[in-house]
Each structure stands twice: as structure tokens, then as C-alpha cells.
Nanobody
Framework: QVQLVESGGGLVQAGGSLTLSCAASEGTFSNYAMGWFRQAPGKEREFVAGVSWNAITRWYAEFPKGRFTIARHNANNTVDLQMNSLKPEDTAVYYC?????????????????????WGRGTQVTVSS
């Protein structure tokens, strides 16, 4: 079992930056690829970025490319999402999730229903 806790959300003006962090419980963190998703009110949970278990491979949705960076630190069981040039449409609850490497290798890193564990989320609000 992997427990995930997100932090770092908050209120920021458009054009500003935030860094979200996801801390995982010890033990089997390195057995999983990790992903960041977001969900705005009335919308489905959407993929933002993902990283392989060894931090070598990263995936991004189209919308955050060039603005967001995912980074994984297996030494302390964390995965961060650096978000720059934030826009009001980035307002959402951001979730981190863990997906088995088997499913990640099947190309399912961006499919929320395939994730094995989720955190409770952290709110990001971008004002215009």
C-alpha cells in the first residue's frame, strides 16, 4: 500500500509560479510510475504529467508543455510539479497518483482509472 499526500497548493496571480509536492509512504515507492492530474469543478480528472519509476522518462499533456516540470526524487519518496506562467484556467484540484510500472509500460500513464493509489489533492487557484 502506498499513501500519498500532496502539498504546495494555494492562491497565485496569473503569471505566477507554484511547486506542488507529493510525498509517498516508504517501502514500494520505486515500484510505481507517478502522475499528476487535475480536476476542475464539473470536469473530469485530466492528466497533467507523469514520470517513470527511475525518473528517466517524463510525459506531459499538451497544455502544460513548456510551463510545468515534473521531477521525481526516489531518495526521499517525493515527486514534484513545478508550475510556471500559471493561467486562470489552471485552477483546479491537483492530485498525484501511483501506477504500477507494468501498466505504465502498457502506455496507461495518462489514464486515471488505471491508477492504483491517489492522494487527496491540493487546491490551486489562479486569479486573473
Amino acid at each position: 500500500q502506498v499513501q500519498l499526500v500532496e502539498s504546495g497548493g494555494g492562491l497565485v496571480q496569473a503569471g505566477g509560479s507554484l511547486t506542488l509536492s507529493c510525498a509517498a509512504s516508504e517501502g514500494t515507492f520505486s515500484n510505481y510510475a507517478m502522475g499528476w492530474f487535475r480536476q476542475a469543478p464539473g470536469k473530469e480528472r485530466e492528466f497533467v504529467a507523469g514520470v517513470s519509476w527511475n525518473a528517466i522518462t517524463r510525459w506531459y499533456a499538451e497544455f502544460p508543455k513548456g510551463r510545468f516540470t515534473i521531477a521525481r526524487h526516489n531518495a526521499n519518496n517525493t515527486v514534484d510539479l513545478q508550475m510556471n506562467s500559471l493561467k486562470p484556467e489552471d485552477t483546479a484540484v491537483y492530485y498525484c497518483g501511483a501506477i504500477s510500472t507494468t501498466k505504465q509500460r502498457m502506455g496507461l500513464i495518462d489514464v486515471p482509472s488505471e491508477y492504483d493509489y491517489w492522494g487527496r489533492g491540493t487546491q490551486v487557484t489562479v486569479s486573473s
